[in-house]
């Protein structure tokens, strides 16, 4: 298994952008589907983002098509999120998550790193 490090997460205004990075110290995400999740205070975790192993399909959640953009580079084990015209229900923490592609449910996570958007 894989290590998942989140980072890049801060405090920015609303219109502003940041990018996530996930990241591994050991081992390799090439294998993997790997995927990014939100959870809002109060809230349940939620889907935002996932990118095939290969990194030739995406998708993501509605309320950020247009505006967020997953990417990920095999050889630097490194995910990214690059979120721009961030807005003030955009604020969560931000999970990176993995999966085998033989699988439905992601079994990797980590621990999280948080976004705050304000207006």
């Known amino acids: 298994q894989v290590q998942l490090v989140e980072s890049g997460g801060g405090l920015v205004q609303a219109g502003g952008s940041l990018r996530l990075s996930c990241a591994t110290s050991?081992?390799?995400?090439?294998?993997?589907?790997m995927g990014w999740f939100r959870q809002a205070p109060g809230k349940e975790r939620e889907f935002v983002a996932a990118i095939s192993r290969g990194g030739s399909r995406e998708r993501y959640v509605d309320s950020v098509k247009g505006r967020f953009t997953i990417s990920r580079d095999n050889a630097k084990n490194t995910m990214f999120l690059q979120m721009n015209s961030l807005k003030a229900e955009d604020t969560a923490n931000y999970y990176c998550a993995a999966k085998s592609p033989v699988v439905v449910e992601y079994h990797l996570w980590g621990q999280g790193t948080q976004v705050t958007v304000s207006s």
């Open positions: 050991e081992g390799s995400i090439s294998f993997y589907d």
